[in-house]
């Protein structure tokens, strides 16, 4: 364990929360409905090879990651599902994805130029998936030119080289606009021209916030990433009213804790941090916890966020440190050395959400997953508990 009294500062990961957001998606996709779960970036900080071996007994389709190195890393995890690979690979990579028998997107002609002359190396041949742009402007094939490229794939797709799956990318499936269903009709265009040969291949479009405001649009398979790791991915369509408030909400699987390292009390005029920014008003009791930006706390919380000590908030004050942050507990006159305090996740009755620490970081809760550092231990807790 690496949350024993010498750990400044960890990562609580509850794997039964983790398995019980993926139960969910596969409550509201349905027993026909896959599941590829989005693990790029490390499963969201989470750690992907730990995400994966909490879901494998759950049977998902596969895994979604974005670059080839992510893919190999869990083949060497042991993992045998598919593995689609969403970034375009580039040439240096692509010998090695063949070899692991990851699964290719082709957002290009030359990619699958490419990807042919490697499949060889895998001896039960190779798999891609096309990936359509309908709006999303990063990669994939244009929808308007889907007469062009089907003809150049289908002559080059055979036994060795299946093309085994089509995609698109919502671009705003969390806000309350049109645009996912004018990015719905357009692949489904481009769709009727590729599925004119017969050929069953799995289509797959939605976020985890497409797959829970839009049953509609799932297709064969959904790609969740966020959801499974207790974000919220609709904070705006939840705050826009009606529509969004009955959508599921997903259960808290992060919790970043640390240590309370100094206790002072300080007189009123008392200055902390860089840049002095917060100078106290009367006699305080602050407390300084190890944890600061070099840790992912983002630095914009400075004089905003808080922290939860004892179940009750405490305000942070002063500027976030690399290393360390202050919080003011005059409130809180239980709170010691050593004592744990939360920057996110529960605490007693009280809560610090991703999304709230996002959105005074001026961010998406995505990004504050991604930026946890890796200077955090990422301890396991509730293995056991795994309730339906
Ligand atoms: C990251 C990603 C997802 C998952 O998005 P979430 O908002 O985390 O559910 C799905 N599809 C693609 C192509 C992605 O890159």
């Known amino acids: 364990m690496s949350n024993r009294a010498d ?32 693990v790029k970036a490390d499963g969201y900080g989470l750690g992907a090879a730990r995400v994966a071996g909490a879901l494998e007994p759950l049977d998902p389709w596969g895994y979604g990651v974005a670059t080839a190195e992510e893919g190999i890393a869990l083949r060497n995890a042991g993992i045998r599902r598919p593995i689609l690979v969403t970034e375009p690979l ?3 990579a692509t010998e090695a994805a063949a070899s692991a028998g990851l699964t290719a997107s082709i957002s290009h002609p030359s990619q699958l130029d490419r990807w042919a002359a ?29 007469a062009e490229w089907v003809t150049f794939l289908r002559a080059r797709t055979g036994a060795q080289l299946r093309w085994t799956g089509v995609y698109t990318h ?36 939605a976020n985890s916030a497409a797959l829970l405001r839009f049953p509609e649009y799932r297709g064969d398979a959904v790609r969740p990433g966020l959801f499974l790791y207790g974000g919220d991915p609709v904070p705006e369509v939840r705050s826009a009213g009606d529509s969004g408030t009955h959508l599921p909400r997903a259960e808290v699987v992060l919790s970043v804790r640390a240590r309370i390292v100094m206790i002072r009390e300080v007189a009123p005029g008392t200055t902390v941090g860089y840049g002095a920014t917060y100078r106290a008003a009367r006699r305080e009791r602050w407390a300084t916890l190890g944890i600061g930006y070099g840790d992912g706390l983002p630095r914009a919380l400075s004089n905003r966020g808080s922290a939860l000590v004892h179940g009750r908030r405490a305000p942070i004050v002063g500027r976030i440190s690399m290393d360390l942050t202050v919080i003011d507990v005059t409130e809180i006159p239980e709170a010691a ?52």
């Open 7 to 38: 750990t400044r500062a960890w990562i609580e990961i509850d794997r039964a929360a983790l398995r019980r957001n993926f139960r969910t998606i596969q409550r509201l996709v349905g027993p026909a409905g896959r599941i590829i779960v989005m």
């Open 337 to 388: 050395v050593g004592d744990v305090a939360t920057l996110i996740g529960r605490d007693g009755g009280e809560e610090i959400t991703l999304e709230e620490v996002a959105s005074q970081a001026g961010t998406i809760n995505h990004e504050i997953l991604t930026g946890l550092g890796s200077r955090l231990p990422r301890v396991e807790v509730g293995g056991g508990a795994d309730v339906e």
């Open 170 to 205: 919502f671009h705003s499936a969390d806000l309350v606009d049109e645009s996912s269903a004018e990015q719905w009709a357009r692949f489904r265009e481009a769709l009727r021209v590729v599925e004119a040969d017969g050929v069953g291949r799995m289509v797959h479009a």
């Open 118 to 146: 490697v499949a060889h190396l895998s001896p039960a041949g190779l798999d891609f998936h096309v990936e359509i742009d309908t709006g999303m402007g990063r990669c994939g094939l244009d929808w308007r030119e889907a």
């Open 90 to 92: 580039p040439s240096a």
